[in-house]
């Protein structure tokens, strides 16, 4: 339980400074320390990274970095998404569902580690059409809700490219996004999953303490070597969950496996 303090602390600060990636961290930290099953495990992350987003959010709010009309056209989008992918998580199995999830780790990895362009702050503005914020967030929030990844680390770009907002703005945006995503998301995953409220509220003020620390530390610090490095750890956790879930399906299931007639 200690370690899964520290980690949700860690979780928290990653979640306050880059606006996304509680979730990358989050369900692999339930399923292998604290052995939660993969369903509970997703819906857990849920509650954890969108209760955390929300307290980030506000402190992201004060400083004036969270675009509102922005914000709020993407994430109905995205919470109709989540929502629809939290009921469509009951169709897959726990392993299924965590090889997709290994696979959104490997795509926030390479993300990352690309990088994003900040916009030209003397560029005039673009305006970009509500229809495609909207087409972008209901696209991510799909993922959000099948998956249980927040979806921070494609919220931010999207917000960027689509959204016309400077890196610090999309920071603070996405996590009001992750925040009303991940309640929509959690909806969905209700229908046919029960969770352990006491473990995901232990959990949860861990990781809402890191995110006050890492709200501040999003204003004065370049996020640019930490999200790099932060990078291959995603990437380097994606090959564990992949190794422990192909792995477990090539295993044989010794309790299927035919017993020796007596003679």
């Known amino acids: 339980m200690l370690l899964s303090t520290i980690l949700a602390l860690i979780i928290g600060v ?5 606006g996304g990636g509680g979730s990358i961290l989050t ?17 857990t992350s ?15 709010a004060r400083g004036g970095r969270v675009q509102w009309r922005t914000g709020l056209i993407f994430s109905a989008a995205g919470m109709a998404g989540a ?30 580690l690309v990088g994003r362009k900040e916009p030209d702050p003397d560029a005039p503005k673009k305006h970009h059409p509500a229809w495609l914020i909207a087409a972008e ?28 907002l400077s890196m610090q703005q999309a920071v603070g945006t996405s996590l009001l996004v992750i925040a009303l995503k991940s309640g929509a998301g959690f909806m969905g995953h209700a229908a046919h999953v029960q969770i ?11 990781t809402i303490v890191g995110s006050l620390g890492g709200s501040a530390l999003s204003a004065k610090v370049s996020g640019k ?17 992949l190794w422990q879930e192909l792995g477990a399906e090539a295993r044989p299931d010794v309790t299927t496996q035919a017993v020796p007639e007596a003679p």
């Open 14 to 18: 990653v979640l306050g400074l880059l």
């Open 83 to 112: 929502a629809a992918g939290g009921f469509a998580a009951d169709w897959f199995s726990g392993t299924v569902l965590l090889i997709l999830f290994a696979a959104m780790m490997v795509a926030t990895g390479v993300a990352m």
């Open 196 to 206: 352990d409220w006491g473990m995901a509220a232990s959990f949860t003020a861990a």
């Open 46 to 60: 849920l509650v954890v990274v969108g209760g955390t987003a929300a307290v980030a959010a506000i402190q992201h």
């Open 225 to 241: 070597s930490l999200r790099k490095g932060f990078a291959v750890f995603v990437l380097f956790m994606a090959g564990i969950v």
């Open 137 to 164: 967030g209901l696209l991510v929030g799909g993922v959000t809700g099948l998956v249980g990844a927040g979806g921070g680390f494609l919220v931010v770009p999207a917000l960027v490219l689509f959204g016309g």
């Open 27 to 43: 369900v692999p930290v339930l399923v292998y320390i604290l052995d939660v099953p993969p369903k509970q495990a997703i819906a």
